[in-house]
């Protein structure tokens, strides 16, 4: 295909392991990439504040960030306080899904994100499962709460529950992406990823041809389909690799290692 022009990259599964280690082989392939004068772009469902330090980590310190499955984009810029500025947010209104879940799931712990902070809580989550500030609130205060994201917890439950009850309830007016482990991200309906992509794209002037897309999850899925060469990670579910054009290594083989390297032959 022609020259890539704007890499796409989730994080979590992606460019980092599930305990939270970047590689060096990653790391230098990331920099190769971006001093080749590519718009190199982390996409992930991390919020702003735990997203932005894995950017300047990976030494990205300046261009575009996605956060919150696209319900947040980030500018990035050195000299801005914190070394970044909140460039767009999407908001929705989360009760009723909440309150709707709630019904189904009454031992469920819900947050919602607060930009910049953290988050607000219904409860205690497990440890370590959620970055920043917590602060503990009534679930009517909770549930009325303008939302860029909402995680619903259910420590007890497994991945297949979620999916029946998403399912079953219809969350039509929400995006929603089941994780790994019972775990359920809720952002503002037609955002994803793939969409806060879209007007990135459309703001740095490159052409839909020159994108390339790297993730692992259900919340990549979209964004694997908007890119004309998106790459599903070696360990992904089916339904992902088949929204991708191939499949490379797993996050234990450093697979996004292959793919970057590729585009800079």
């Known amino acids: 295909m022609s020259r890539c022009e704007l890499v796409a990259l989730d994080v979590d599964g992606t460019l980092m392991s599930y305990d939270g280690v970047v590689s060096d082989e990653v790391r230098a392939a990331v920099l190769a990439v971006r001093d080749s004068g590519r718009h190199v772009v982390l996409a992930t469902g991390r919020s702003a504040h735990s997203a932005v330090p894995v950017a300047h980590a990976l030494g990205l310190t300046d261009g575009w ?5 696209g319900a947040v984009t980030v500018r990035l810029d050195p000299d801005a306080d914190g070394g970044h500025e909140i460039h767009k947010v999407v908001t929705f209104d989360a009760g009723p899904a909440i309150r709707t879940i709630a019904m189904e ?3 469920a712990l819900f947050a919602v994100e607060a930009l910049g902070t953290g988050f607000r809580v219904s409860g205690d989550f ?3 499962e959620l970055s920043g500030r917590l602060e503990v609130v009534p679930f009517d205060e909770l549930a009325a709460t303008p939302a860029t994201r909402v995680v619903i ?7 297949d529950l979620f999916h029946e009850l998403v399912e079953r309830v219809g969350l039509h007016e929400v995006e929603y992406a089941v994780g790994w482990s ?6 503002p309906g037609g955002v994803s990823k793939a969409s806060a992509l879209e007007e990135i794209r459309r703001t740095v002037g490159v052409e839909p041809f020159a994108t390339v897309a790297v993730g692992d999850g259900s919340n990549d899925a979209q964004m694997l389909r908007w890119a004309a060469r998106g790459v599903a990670m070696g360990h992904a579910t089916q339904a992902v690799r088949d929204s991708a054009d191939e499949v490379t290594g797993t996050i234990e083989d450093d697979g996004a290692v292959a793919v970057l390297r590729s585009l800079l032959v």
């Open 153 to 159: 917890r259910a420590p007890g439950a497994s991945p």
């Open 182 to 187: 019972a775990w359920l991200d809720l952002t």
């Open 105 to 107: 799931l009454p031992d």
């Open 65 to 69: 960030l996605v956060a919150s499955n």
């Open 126 to 128: 497990p440890d370590g």
